[in-house]
Each structure stands twice: as C-alpha cells, then as structure tokens.
C-alpha cells in the first residue's frame, strides 16, 4: 500500500508560479510510477506530469510542456511539481498518483493509488 499526501495549493495570479508537493509513505520502495493530474469541475481528470521513478524519465502533456515541471526526491519520498505562467483555465484539483507496474499513459484509471487532491485556484 502506498499513501500520498498533497501540499502546496491555494490562490494564485494568473501567470504565477505555484510549487506542489506529494509526500508519500508505505511501500514506496515498489513504486514504479509517480506523476500529478488534474480535474476542473465537470471535467474528467486528466494527465499533467508524470515520471518513471527508477529511470527518472519525465513526460507531460502537452499543454503545460515548457512551463511544468515535475521533479522527486527519493531520499525524502516527495515529488514535486513546480508549475510557471499558470493560466485561469488551469484552476483545478491537483492529485499525486502513483503505481507500482504502470505509466506512460493520461487515462487515470490505469493508476491504483491517489492522494486526496490539493486545490489550486487561479485568479485571472
């Protein structure tokens, strides 16, 4: 079992810099794949950022490419996504995902396990 908790959300410009967090703890020494996705009201979650954990290889959507950046820790079991020139349309609830076989796919119903979300709210 793996846990994760978000941190690092709440109210922002449009155009800021919000840094997000996921700290995890269980068996995170099976975790394969961590990676941060999103879901505004009455949309479907959808993918952000995500990364291999072993190789550290990345991957985003292309939306945020070039402004997003996901990064981890693995001493401290946390990962982070350090998000620049945030847009209006990008208020969400942002969630940490994490899996121990899975990644490289936006359909989040492939991944087992969630952190409870963190709100970030962008005013324009």
């Known amino acids: 079992q793996v846990q994760l908790v978000e941190s690092g959300g709440g109210s922002v410009q449009a155009g800021g810099s919000p840094r997000l967090s996921c700290a995890a703890s269980?068996?995170?020494?099976?975790?394969?794949?961590m990676g941060w996705f999103r879901q505004a009201p009455g949309k479907e979650r959808e993918g952000v950022a995500a990364i291999y954990t072993g190789s550290g290889r990345t991957y985003y959507a292309d939306s945020v490419k070039g402004r997003f950046t996901i990064s981890q820790d693995n001493a401290k079991n946390t990962l982070d996504l350090q998000m620049v020139g945030l847009k209006p349309e990008e208020k969400a609830m942002y969630y940490c995902m994490a899996d121990l076989t899975r990644c490289g796919t936006w359909d989040w119903k492939n991944y087992s396990y969630w952190g409870k979300g963190t709100q970030v709210t962008v005013a324009s």
């Open positions: 269980g068996d995170t020494y099976s975790i394969y794949c």
